[in-house]
């Protein structure tokens, strides 16, 4: 059984930094050539969104919103997707939750959308203040 589980939100003030951590369990990032790794977000009242993608060769994509701000890496030692979140403001305010997909293109026109993804974490809460 596969399990995602994600750690390290909570409440800061805006220009705070978080990093969220992702291990996984019975899923191995490295295992596989094509896997594509992500987090998203989810405030409420508004659709999950796609922040960061990354692929099997450490290469990351970002969503605009939070580009140069946050850091998506991988330890495949520790099995762990991170997300490194500096500069927070406000709108950063959200549930995060991460992804994989063992078999998608991290850089094809789909890796923000929710339904390309099989393996989902519960969520971490990050709150920012301003």
């Known amino acids: 059984q596969v399990q995602l589980v994600e750690s390290g939100g909570g409440s800061v003030q805006a220009g705070g930094s978080l990093r969220l951590s992702c291990p996984a369990f019975?899923?191995?990032?490295?295992?596989?050539?094509?896997?594509?790794a992500v987090w998203f977000r989810q405030a409420p009242g508004k659709e999950r969104e796609g922040v960061a993608a990354i692929d099997s060769d450490g290469s990351a994509t970002y969503s605009d919103s939070v580009k140069g701000r946050f850091t998506i890496s991988l330890d495949n030692a520790k099995n762990t997707l991170y997300l490194q979140m500096n500069s927070l403001k406000p709108e950063d305010t959200a549930m995060y939750y991460c992804a994989a997909n063992p078999n998608h293109d991290c850089f094809s026109n789909s890796w923000f959308l929710s339904g390309a993804y099989d393996y989902w974490g519960q969520g971490t809460q990050v709150s920012v203040s301003s």
């Open positions: 019975g899923y191995t990032y490295s295992r596989y050539a094509s896997n594509c």
